[in-house]
């Protein structure tokens, strides 16, 4: 890395500018392939055939300047929503240095890399809220693309048809920088307050909330509609089919990435716990799994006029906050865990749509806590439009008191 920034140094010198990310430090999830590093997808067993070699995206990094710093921890395979890894490590929430907390996964590293400061930026990727779940707990913003927007080409597939790649950045102006910049595309400015209207779903989005994440949305909400933002009441019922369509396609899909047999020779040398979620693949007919993604398809389509004069669905990126990590010593809490975190995120995947999540937590809580906001596949600019108001209105991300851990 420090080679890379010399380098960097002296084309600036020279007179060569690569723009606004020209030497930014960054880190990558290590499911992506980077020349020279190694990549593991946070398991000991090597899938690096599968992954191939250094892919479009990081290419492009590069091309655009940044200094890539390392690897971030993952869930093995990313199979997974808390951030626990029992066979390379589990990183530490930075909120609370007396508990240790769960990052949330499977960007696990990516997300305590940002919030601690340790880079400009980091990447992540998002097949069920990937992203969104690691930045909503640990209070970075957290960017979800829509799938097919950035190629996929050299980094480890989970589910095809919903993986994306994402951002995970100290504050929104950050976001909007990147992804321009990344893009080759106007930066996205703050939209302004009066004219914009989200949908606030009247179900699914707002159960089982833990009443410090209730009031802290509450609040954040109250905010917005006081800024000047228009809440439109808005129907989700596809929204219940999301709970049975996502926990089919994403271990049916990965276990087709690895092979059956492969599986069945590793499995024995995997976290137990992701084991045991892609197994539940090797039950699944093929003709179930067709309907089931030509269903997706037609929810997409209800999804998409659904949202039509809209600029965004808001609602709490999760339904809780951090949680300790020796809970997920149970394995009846790590199964009802799984399930609840990703209540919110995986719409988006299963949907088709772009996302962001700010954090809110000044609003009223200790412990970070996110507001998401679903916006129209492809429309990627707008979200962040949507994602600077809210961050102008609530206030920019705090930071976690690192010098805590020093006590």
Sequence with gaps: ALAAAQAIDRLLAAGTDLGPLMGVPVAIKDLFAVEGMPTTAGSNIDVIDIIGPEGSFVKNLKRAGCVI???TKTVEFALGAAGTNRVRGTPRNPWDAKVFRVPGGSSSGSAVAVATGMCGF???SDTGGSVRIPAALCGTIGLKTTVGLWPLDGVFPLAPSFDTIGLLTASATDAALVFSALQ???VAKPAAPRGLRLGRPTHHFFDNLEAEVEDCVTTALAALEEAGIEMVPIAFPEADEVTQTFPIVSPTELLTVLGRERFLDIRDRMDQDVAARIAKGLEVPADRYIRIMCRQRELCRTVRQRMQGLDGVVGPTLPMVAVPREKFDDAAFENEYQRVVSWNTRLGNVFGLCATTTPVQACS???????QVLG???CEARALAVALTIEEIV???PRPDLASFLD
Excluded: S, W
Aim: hydrophobic fraction near 45%; avoid cysteine; aromatic fraction near 4%.
């Design 69 to 71: 710093l390392g690897k």
């Design 365 to 371: 809580v200790a412990l970070p806590v996110g507001l």
């Design 122 to 124: 980091a990447i992540g």
């Design 395 to 397: 206030g920019p991300p």
């Design 376 to 378: 129209e596949g492809f």
């Design 184 to 186: 080759g595309a106007p």
